[in-house]
Structures are given as structure tokens and as C-alpha cells.
């Protein structure tokens, strides 16, 4: 199967919204936390070029965070259209129960993919919502290390893994951690090169910050 292309931090931004529907695009990615009771897109980072016309900053488009994107807002955007991928921050609370509380009153999570930055949350969603697909954040060897060592541990679920790609060094090591992992996404990946070398050797999804990254694996049929 093709590599899931996946617009890293769309989702977090209204205006490109409507990108989910962009035959390049699989799925879109948005950052959230909790406010109040609410899960809604934050992040203040850059997007990168793309097509549309966004609020600026010095580094390039940039969240408006006195209007924040809300789940129902992410949701409607993709439904029928793509995937959503829930990138969730526990900077200042536990987004777990809000998640929970928000999915399990839907009727269809189907589409939803939750990726987190703290494993204890992913654990806990899991227990609530087994259904859910659940990936745990990969950022360094030594977090690398320990997944692979708490799943021969049977500590840990098969879950997926989002992984820093720098960390993927060839086929081999990709096709040993899919022996422990449900999936591999690879992130964030700004060299197209790069993107179709990871194809290549079999990760299940490419995260990038530009659609045209997406847009060249489109082309190459990858």
C-alpha cells in the first residue's frame, strides 16, 4: 500500500481547512489542547509554503489564537474527505478525558488517529476507547530504545509509532520496529528525496510541513 500523506499542522490553522480535500492530502494534522473542557487546534509554529492566502508571522503563516479551531470544526473539515490526526500537547493538563469524552459521544472514531506525546496518555485513551488508534511519539534513540524494549516486555500495546525520521536509518531497522509497531510515520520530512526514500523502505506515513512534498509522492505514485 502507498504511503498515508499527512499536512503537518493543517489542521490547526481555519483557513486551510478545506485542504483536506486536496488529492495529495490523506490527512491533516492539527496540535490541540485542552482549554477549559474543549480540545481545540494550538500552535504557533510555521507552516511553510502553500497555496493560500494565511496570516503571516516572522517565520511564516502562524495560528490565530484568540480564534482557535475546535475538534467539531476538524472533524466536519474531513469527514469524507481524509483522515484527522490529533497531535496531542500535555503541556499544562492531561488532554486524555476531554479526548475520551469527545470521541466516545461520536458515533464512527474511524478516522481518527490520536498521536501522543506522553505514552501514559496513550495508555489511558486506550483503555477507555480500545477501538482508537493510538500512536506514541518517537523523538529521540533512547525513546526509540525503550518502545522496543517495553513491547518485548509486553509493557506496552502494539500501538503505531510516530517517528522523528532522522532516527530511520534504512529498510531493515523500519521492517524490525513494524515487528513491534502497528505502524511507522515517519515526521517531519521537508526533502522530497528524503520522503520517497522512506517509502521506499516501507513506512506506513509521511508527515510534512509543504504540500508539495506530499503533491511529488502523489506524482511518483509512492
Known amino acids: 500500500m502507498p504511503a498515508s500523506r499527512i499536512l503537518h499542522r493543517a489542521g490547526n490553522l481555519r483557513d486551510l481547512l478545506p485542504i483536506a480535500g486536496h488529492p495529495a492530502v490523506d490527512a491533516i494534522e492539527a496540535d490541540v489542547v485542552v482549554r477549559g473542557h474543549d480540545l481545540v487546534a494550538h500552535h504557533d509554529r510555521p507552516l511553510g509554503w502553500l497555496p493560500l492566502p ?3 508571522g516572522e517565520r ?17 473539515a474531513v469527514d469524507g474527505l481524509a483522515e484527522l490526526v490529533l497531535d496531542l500537547r500535555s503541556w499544562f493538563n492531561d488532554p486524555a478525558p476531554a479526548v ?3 470521541l466516545l459521544a461520536r ?11 506522553s505514552w ?3 495508555e489511558r485513551l486506550l483503555t477507555w476507547i480500545p477501538s482508537l488508534r493510538v500512536h506514541l511519539s518517537v523523538r529521540s534513540e533512547r525513546q526509540l530504545r525503550a518502545f522496543v524494549r517495553r513491547r518485548i516486555a509486553g509493557e506496552l500495546p502494539r500501538v503505531g509509532v510516530a517517528v522523528r525520521h532522522r532516527l530511520l ?9 513494524r515487528e513491534h509497531a ?6 517531519t520530512v521537508d526533502d522530497l528525496d528524503r520522503a520517497r526514500e522512506l517509502t521506499a523502505w516501507g513506512v506506513d506515513a509521511v508527515v510534512s510541513n509543504h504540500l508539495a512534498i ?3 509522492l502523489h506524482e511518483s505514485g509512492t
Open 54 to 56: 494565511l496570516p503571516l
Open 60 to 76: 511564516g503563516p502562524r495560528l490565530r489564537h484568540r480564534d482557535p479551531v475546535s475538534l467539531d470544526e476538524l472533524l466536519r
Open 100 to 102: 475520551a469524552a469527545q
Open 107 to 117: 458515533d464512527d472514531d474511524s478516522h481518527v488517529v490520536v498521536t501522543c506525546e
Open 120 to 122: 501514559a496518555v496513550a
Open 169 to 177: 536509518g534504512g529498510p531493515a531497522e523500519v521492517a524490525a520496529l
Open 182 to 187: 502497528s505502524s511507522v510515520t515517519a515526521w
Open 214 to 216: 506530499l503533491d511529488g
